[in-house]
Every structure is written in structure tokens, then in C-alpha cells.
């Protein structure tokens, strides 16, 4: 079974400040993805970025980019110039992957809970 | 497209009541999976269905029944609730190959 960690309840930064979320996971399997979701308080479920194990660059999106390192099992997204829309919780998910009428599902990590300062 | 659609949006139950939570999507896509998310926790998987006729359990599959007899449509059925289910239920789809789920707004269900 995979697990997904994610160390930090809650964190705190001021408006346009860098901040770093950590997750850490751990599977048996080689080929999986890596996901990032934002919940804001709408409880819609956002995806923010994804990484696919097999690629060793670090994906970006605009102010969103991850630290993937495969061997140490961790996947932490990084948000530059936080903004305040930028509130919200953030879950870290993995997924094998599946295709050809293979199992699915994500697993989720318990969240960040994200607070962007004025 | 409307996306992946869920209803109700809130809904109240008494202890031992049944009931419904209804999903579709206009996608087109293979895969379904349902989720709850509790006070806490990040969303775990109930059950999934990788295409009409087949459905399968996932994390928490106790307390509840899903069925799949088109492509667009899961829902799950609540047999008999209990407070323990109290929660708020994800429905999610994505397409045979690609590995990005589109989630539905979500139920928030109270069982009283």
C-alpha cells in the first residue's frame, strides 16, 4: 500500500514571500504520478501541478514548481510571490500508473493548511 | 461540458435512512472513483469503476454499494446511514491513459 506525509499542519507567510510545502510518500511501485491539489475554502478540488516519476525535471507552473527526488521519496511544491488567493489547503496525492482497465485512485496526504498574510 | 456534476449539494439523513449520491460526467472517460473527506484527513478512496459493468473497492468501501451501467454515471448508494458517515463525498473521473482526475464540487452529507 502507498502512504503520502505531509509534515506541516499549517503554515504562515506574508504576501509575496516564498513558501515551501513538504511531502514525503512511500510505494513498492516504479511507475507513478506525483500530484498537488488546492482546496480552497469553495472545497473544489484544484490541481495544481502533476509530475510523472519517470521525468527527472521538476515540473512548473507559472508561480508553482515541485523538488521531485525520486530516491528519497519526496515531492515539495514551491510557491513563489505567494499571492492571497493563494489560501487554501493543499493536499500532495500520488497515483500508480494505471491504464488498460488497470485499478485507480489517488492517495492523498492529510494537507497543508496554507495562510497567506496581507 | 459541464464536467463531472454532483448531487445533492447538501443533504441530512436520520440514523438507518438510505440514499443515493449521484455522479456523472460528459467526458466521456472510462474511470470514476469515489472519495470521502473527513475534518482532518485528505480524501480517501471509496470505491472506483474503470468502465461500465466494473466496479471495484477501494480504501473504504464498507457501508457503501456503487453500480456503473453507462459510462457516464456512478453513483453511490447509501444502504443504511449511520454517523460515522458523516462527511463530504468526491466523486472523480479521467480518461483511459491520462492520468489527471477532474473532481466534481463535492456532497456534504450529514447523518444525524
Known amino acids: 500500500a502507498q502512504t503520502v506525509t505531509q509534515s506541516q499542519p499549517e503554515m504562515s507567510v506574508q504576501e509575496a514571500e516564498t513558501v515551501t510545502l513538504s511531502c514525503t510518500y512511500d510505494t513498492s511501485e516504479n511507475n507513478y504520478y506525483l500530484f498537488w491539489y488546492k482546496q480552497p475554502p469553495s472545497r473544489q478540488m484544484i490541481l495544481v501541478i502533476r509530475?510523472?516519476?519517470?521525468?527527472?525535471q521538476n515540473a512548473t507552473e507559472n508561480r508553482f514548481s515541485v523538488n521531485f527526488q525520486k530516491a528519497a521519496k519526496s515531492f515539495s511544491l514551491k510557491i513563489s510571490d505567494s499571492q492571497l488567493g493563494d489560501t487554501a489547503m493543499y493536499f500532495c496525492?500520488?497515483?500508480?500508473?494505471?491504464?488498460?482497465?488497470?485499478?485507480?485512485?489517488?492517495?492523498f496526504g492529510k494537507g497543508t493548511h496554507l495562510i497567506i498574510q496581507p | 461540458n459541464a464536467g463531472v456534476t454532483q448531487t445533492p449539494k447538501f443533504q441530512v439523513l436520520k440514523t438507518g435512512q438510505s440514499m443515493t449520491l449521484q455522479c456523472a460526467q460528459d467526458m466521456n472517460h472510462e474511470y470514476m472513483s469515489w472519495y470521502r473527506q473527513d475534518p482532518g484527513m485528505g480524501l480517501r478512496l471509496i470505491h472506483y469503476?474503470?468502465?461500465?459493468?466494473?466496479?471495484d473497492q477501494g480504501e473504504v468501501p464498507n457501508g457503501y454499494n456503487v453500480s456503473r451501467s453507462t459510462t457516464e454515471d456512478f453513483p453511490l448508494r447509501l444502504l443504511s446511514a449511520a454517523p460515522s458517515q458523516t462527511s463530504v463525498y468526491f466523486c472523480?473521473?479521467?480518461?483511459?491513459?491520462?492520468?489527471?482526475?477532474?473532481f466534481g464540487p463535492g456532497t456534504r452529507l450529514l447523518v444525524l
Open positions: 496525492a500520488f497515483m500508480i500508473s494505471y491504464s488498460g482497465g488497470g485499478a485507480d485512485g489517488l492517495t
Open positions: 472523480a473521473s479521467r480518461r483511459d491513459g491520462l492520468e489527471t482526475q477532474y
Open positions: 469503476s474503470v468502465g461500465a459493468g466494473i466496479t
Open positions: 509530475q510523472e516519476a519517470y521525468k527527472q
